[in-house]
């Protein structure tokens, strides 16, 4: 593992990073980057295309963001609209790359995400994310806590090439376990992500990966065949792979894509129903279980999840998108009021996106859940 990158010490204006709309993936609200750059420096990493606009070089600096969690601190006490909601520590860096260690940057924000009660979902490929059971434990407890390492090989020479300062994926499968352990109230799991064409999609490699993490402990695996080829990112990576043993791939893997950013939808169809029958075979969800929170968006939540999730079942399992389902799920997120409400007033129509086949779909659950709404009132008003 390397360890000579150069630490520049820098604050930033801002620490929180607000989303258009919860993901369907992470169900993050927001993000928060402790470092810019990451030393685990892996060579199909996406932070290197032109999209993130990283003033550092990404190959040799690390920047850790002073004060990052006073801001966080300061943001959340002065915002009055800022609800608790999933936060996804890291995004273009791994929140626990080697530099976490004597920084501590993301221990000090988990501390801030704890005092002030805001769920979290962190992916990494570090085990080093075990020194922090403890905290993770009690954000679980008191909100929701979810932790998926990144894994898109358990071939320990092949990640060495592709991860080359990320721990080896036999420790991060211990690491999960140890967390599955430890702290049971934390959800686990693996985020199956990039899988490299023509180096790891074979049949043996995709069931290695869902079966030794469903060994470790894993509740859950998100998988997206195929990688990006952005720019300087797709330049960077192609000519690691020509420099390789795997220079093989290269052709083969240029020729798949054609150009083009992401891979062609029939490969990422075929690799889907592959994926998605191992997870079936091994009792694996292929969808992180969503934090939901107590106030006027719980029902809107709910709803979201179910037909987010079921827009993502059908889709790779038939090969065909629903977008009005996804998109009506995704604008749920940001409805203001209670969709039970909305019900009640039999003005589901005027929801962005709620076509009467997606209204046919919601009935039956808002009408179970209005119902129990009702009951509850009702007993609250009786007490």
Not at 184 to 207: H, K, R, T, W
Not at 246 to 254: C, D, E, G, Q, T
Request: glycine residues 2%; positive net charge; contains cysteine.
């Amino acid at each position: 593992m390397r360890n000579s990158f150069k630490i520049i010490h820098k604050e930033f204006k801002s620490a929180l990073n607000k989303l258009k709309y919860p993901d369907s993936w992470f169900w993050a609200r927001y993000t928060i980057n402790p470092y810019s750059g990451c030393a685990h420096t892996c060579i199909y990493c996406d932070a290197r295309s032109e999209r993130y606009y990283l003033e550092q070089d990404f190959e040799n600096e690390i920047v850790v963001k002073i004060n990052t969690d006073k801001k966080l601190e300061q943001r959340i006490q002065r915002a009055r609209t800022l609800l608790p909601d999933v936060i996804g520590p890291g995004g273009v860096c791994d929140a626990y790359q080697p530099v976490e260690k004597t920084q501590k940057n993301t221990r000090k924000i988990l501390e801030v995400l704890k005092k002030h009660e805001f769920p979290v979902n962190i992916a990494t490929k570090s085990s080093l994310i075990t020194r922090d059971v403890d905290i993770l434990k009690e954000i679980a407890k008191e909100t929701w806590s979810t932790v998926g390492f990144s894994i898109s090989t358990v071939n320990e020479e092949l990640a060495n090439l592709l991860e080359p300062n990320s721990s080896n994926p036999s420790e991060r499968l211990k690491a999960l376990h140890t967390i599955k352990i430890k702290a049971p109230e934390i959800q686990v799991g693996i985020y199956f992500m990039p899988i490299i064409p023509f180096l790891e999609d074979d049949d043996a490699s995709l069931e290695d990966v869902i079966k030794q993490s469903k060994k470790a402990g894993a509740e859950f695996v998100l998988f997206a065949p195929g990688l990006t080829l952005r720019d300087a990112q797709a330049q960077f990576f192609i000519k690691k792979l020509k420099n390789s043993k795997y220079n093989y791939i290269v052709k083969p893997l240029l020729e798949l894509y054609k150009g083009l950013t992401n891979p062609p939808a029939n490969y990422v169809r075929k690799l889907n129903s592959k994926l998605y029958n191992l997870c079936q075979e091994y009792k694996l969800a292929v969808r992180v279980k969503r934090w939901i929170p107590n106030d006027y968006r719980k029902w809107n939540y709910k709803i979201a999840e179910l037909l987010l999730n079921k827009e993502y079942i059908d889709a790779i399992t038939t090969g065909k998108s629903n977008n009005n389902m996804k998109w009506a799920g995704l604008n749920l997120n940001n409805l203001d009021v209670s969709i039970i409400d909305v019900y009640k007033r039999d003005e589901l129509s005027k929801l962005k996106n709620f076509s009467k086949e997606i209204i046919e779909f919601v009935k039956p659950y808002l009408e179970k859940l209005k119902l129990t709404h009702e009951k509850t009132t009702l007993e609250r008003f009786i007490n």
